[in-house]
């Protein structure tokens, strides 16, 4: 890595912000060179927020990863994860993680994204 692996994640979700939250102390613990970027700061990555909150996002060394490629970067930075890295990465594993994050987990965690959005949206400020 000759960059810092850039992260741009959705810190409205709770489960998203929990597990940055982990990859923060990780990254800080092992002088992993993670930085770590809101859905506010979608247009600097040349995404909208509504984009960037379907997946999680990565840029590592000019390039643009998502989903599963996305995590597989962050676990390589981080010594006590490199062996998900790896494992994730074999043949036979890799179209199973990959289907699971594309047509399970993301779909559910944006969906609940939206719901917040909308829940937020009608609900009046308190005085």
Not at 45 to 59: I, K, S
Request: hydrophobic share 45%; charged share 25%.
């Amino acid at each position: 890595m000759t960059e810092d692996t850039r992260i741009l994640y959705n810190d409205t979700c709770p489960l998203c912000r929990f597990e940055v939250d982990h990859y923060r102390a990780a990254a800080t613990r092992d002088g992993a060179p993670l930085r770590f970027d809101t859905l506010q700061e979608a247009a600097r990555w040349g995404l909208t927020e509504d984009q960037a909150a379907r997946r999680l996002h990565v840029l590592q060394d000019g390039n643009l990863l998502s989903g599963l490629e996305a995590f597989r970067a962050i676990w390589a930075a981080l010594p006590r994860w490199r062996w998900l890295a790896r494992v994730t990465g074999w043949p036979v594993i890799r179209p199973v993680v990959t289907l699971l994050y594309d047509r399970i987990a993301a779909p559910l965690l944006y969906r609940a994204h939206r719901r917040r959005q909308a829940k937020a949206a009608t609900t009046p400020p308190r005085v």
